[in-house]
């Protein structure tokens, strides 16, 4: 027994000494459960601004399970997926976003992106006009968008008419040939 508790005595007196986690660990630290968890929308947000869309749609999908599907959540969805090329599923994203909140340029502008880049310029144009006049002409990536937008409408025609040189003949009752014509 008193070989036993002068064993606990130096086991304790050893453990006490200790400095804790050395810088040259090469394991990262645990969780610590006295820790505060970062808001999943803020998280989100700063992977958005690095690139890194997968993980910020882990991100906003966890700040989904706290806040519900807000407009703040359902428009980093859909951002986030407008970044990793997913453009049904950011379209149907950030129109549900516009239904809860009318007045955010952001997503306005966001939605023009994604329309913008599955060829929809007129719609698109619409959306850079109205994010623009939400946001008071203030930002200069809206302005830019909505320049790109003009000018791919401006030039979606086919070009001047050209005279077609051919005209349809009827050969019989259900069979037409194009010639062309001398």
Same mark, same amino acid.
């Given at each position: ?12 007196? *050893? ?78 994203? *950030? ?15 966001? *939605? ?71």
């Amino acid at each position: 027994m008193r070989k036993t508790g002068a064993f606990l005595a130096m086991c304790l007196a *050893l453990a006490a000494c200790s400095k804790g986690p050395s810088d040259d660990n090469p394991f990262a630290p645990g969780v610590s459960k006295r820790g505060e968890a970062v808001d999943g929308l803020i998280v989100g947000n700063r992977l958005m601004a690095a690139g890194e869309y997968d993980l910020a749609l882990d991100a906003f999908s966890r700040a989904a399970l706290v806040h519900g599907m807000t407009p703040d959540v359902l428009a980093g969805l859909g951002t986030a997926n407008l970044g990793l090329g997913r453009l049904g599923q950011a379209e149907e994203l *950030l129109r549900q976003a516009l239904e809860q909140d009318e007045k955010s340029p952001e997503i306005w502008n966001n *939605l023009g992106v994604v329309l913008i880049e599955q060829g929809k310029n007129a719609e698109a144009e619409q959306f850079f006009r109205r994010a623009y006049a939400l946001d008071d002409g203030e930002s200069d990536s809206i302005r830019d968008n909505l320049r790109l937008a003009l000018a791919k409408t401006e030039n979606s025609d086919y070009g001047e008419a050209q005279e077609q040189d051919y005209k349809v003949v009827r050969r019989s009752s259900d069979e037409y040939l194009i010639h062309k014509i001398p």
